[in-house]
């Protein structure tokens, strides 16, 4: 079921959405060669708490982190360790926020020093695929419309679309109705319509989609080992339009 939020609804999910970017924001200059993800867990951790909200992935089945830090071939839901970034690692960090009982969601992939120009191609790519998704995603349309508009910027490239994991609905909490699918599945798929709040994440790899999940249960991995990329906005539906919700004021 597909739970629509009034106006003041989404004015909370705004707050929470807000304070992720502003998290975003100032994490991105720590995201360095030399930094632990488990450094960047302890910071972003801080900073939600000290700004009265919940980091709403920890315990979240049981996942340990406040964020997801996925590196190189690592796709999603990375567990934050005591491992050192380098040069040349394209970290992707993800984090949801509990603000007041209002959720939030959103995920950058930063370049970390000098990379191929290839996988600065990726993220590029991947970022310019949210953009697009997000332009789709207007009241009328269908959810469809999204992964369409996703597969269109990213096909001409042959990137991997991740197909086993897919945006959501979010604001009540983390993981809602619908599922938002970054390439084109077959079957109904909903109407878009004023309320909706969607976190829309295309997550591209730089050769073939499928993806793995490593022994720890958790770390999705691409399966030939190479690069990927993930970016991530919510974003709520107006009476006739759309607005990102995870920008800062
Ligand atoms: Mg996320
Ligand atoms: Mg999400």
């Avoid at 990375?78 to 209002?102: A, H, Y």
């Avoid at 109904?188 to 989609?209: C, F, Q, Y």
């Avoid at 999940?213 to 399966?223: A, G, Q, Y």
Wanted: charged share 25%; net charge negative.
């Amino acid at each position: 079921m597909i739970a629509l939020k009034t106006k003041d609804q989404i004015d909370r999910i705004r707050e929470s959405c807000r304070l992720l970017a502003r998290m975003f924001h100032e994490i991105e200059p720590m995201v360095q060669a030399g930094m632990t993800t488990l450094e960047l867990d302890r910071w972003a951790e801080n900073f939600i708490r000290s700004h009265g909200g919940k980091p709403a992935f920890k315990g979240y089945q049981g996942f340990p982190g406040t964020l997801c830090t996925s590196i190189n071939q690592e796709v999603i839901h990375g567990i934050p360790k005591n491992k050192k970034i380098v040069e040349g690692d394209l970290v992707s960090l993800d984090c949801g926020i509990d603000l007041k009982g209002f959720f939030s969601d959103m995920a950058v992939t930063f370049v970390v020093g000098e990379v191929t120009s290839e996988e600065k191609l990726l993220v590029e790519v991947t970022r310019q695929s949210l953009d697009a998704g997000i332009v789709a995603a207007q009241p009328g349309a269908r959810v469809r419309d999204i992964s369409n508009a996703v597969t269109s910027v990213v096909k001409p490239h042959r990137f991997g679309i991740v197909h086993q994991y897919c945006g959501h609905g979010v604001g009540f909490s983390q993981h809602e109705d619908p599922q938002v699918p970054n390439a084109v599945a077959l079957g109904t798929s909903p109407r878009i319509v004023p309320g909706m709040v969607l976190a829309i994440e295309p997550m591209i790899n730089l050769g073939k989609a499928e993806v793995r999940v490593l022994s720890d249960d958790w770390t999705v991995v691409t399966v030939d080992g190479k690069k990927s990329a993930h970016f991530e906005h919510t974003i709520a539906i107006l009476e006739e339009s759309s607005e990102v919700l995870t920008r800062e004021d």
